[in-house]
Every structure is written in structure tokens, then in C-alpha cells.
Nanobody, 127 residues
Framework: EVQLVESGGGLVQPGGSLRLSCAAS????????MSWVRQAPGKGLEWVSA????????LYADSVKDRFTISRDNAKNILYLLRNSLKPEDTAVYYC????????????????????WGQGTQVTVSS
């Protein structure tokens, strides 16, 4: 059974930084691209970023480009999201998600594109 467990959320002031982690088990982690998806209060899911299976390719939503950095450690089966210059509008529950198809890079928040999600970690950006 695939398990994804996020950590690293919390309260941070505007302009601050925070790194999220997603520990994966039950899959050949290095065979799958991975994504981060977030849900702000009262809003729908928003795709944030994706990284290729090997980690060399990264993609970002326009809203986070140049502020967020996605990376992965395939030896440890961990996905990361480093977020700098945080804004109040970055307040959301952040989820890591595994695409359904091996090697496929997913850049949407459509649930049918993924077959495993973490439980989410809350990030609140506020002074």
C-alpha cells in the first residue's frame, strides 16, 4: 500500500520560509514523478509544482514560480517543497500526490490523475 506522509507545516510570518517534506513508502519512489497540490480555505485544489522521477525536471504554477523549489531524495524516498517569500495567500493545506502512471508528470489538480495522496499539512502565513 502506498503511503505519503507530509510534515513541516506551521505558522510563518509573511516573507518567511518553510520547507515541507513528504515521506513515501510502498512504491518504487524513483519511478514516479511527484506533485504538490494545495487547498486554500474555501477554495478548490490548486496544483503547485511537480518534479520528474529522476529529479532533474521541475515545473511550477505561475503563482509560486521563483519562490518555491521542489526537490526529491530518491535514496531516502522523500519529496520536498522549499517555500520562500511566503505570502498570506500561500495559506493552505499542502498535499503531496503520486500520479497514477509511472513516469507521467502531472501538472493539474484533477484527482483522477493521482492514485495516492498524503493527509496534508497546514501552512498558515500570518503576522
Amino acid at each position: 500500500e502506498v503511503q505519503l506522509v507530509e510534515s513541516g507545516g506551521g505558522l510563518v510570518q509573511p516573507g518567511g520560509s518553510l520547507r515541507l517534506s513528504c515521506a513515501a513508502s510502498g512504491l518504487t519512489f524513483s519511478s514516479y514523478a511527484m506533485s504538490w497540490v494545495r487547498q486554500a480555505p474555501g477554495k478548490g485544489l490548486e496544483w503547485v509544482s511537480a518534479v520528474t522521477a529522476g529529479g532533474s525536471g521541475t515545473l511550477y504554477a505561475d503563482s509560486v514560480k521563483d519562490r518555491f523549489t521542489i526537490s526529491r531524495d530518491n535514496a531516502k524516498n522523500i519529496l520536498y517543497l522549499l517555500r520562500n517569500s511566503l505570502k498570506p495567500e500561500d495559506t493552505a493545506v499542502y498535499y503531496c500526490a503520486k500520479p497514477m502512471w509511472r513516469g507521467r508528470v502531472v501538472t493539474t489538480s484533477r484527482r483522477e490523475e493521482y492514485d495516492a495522496w498524503g493527509q496534508g499539512t497546514q501552512v498558515t502565513v500570518s503576522s
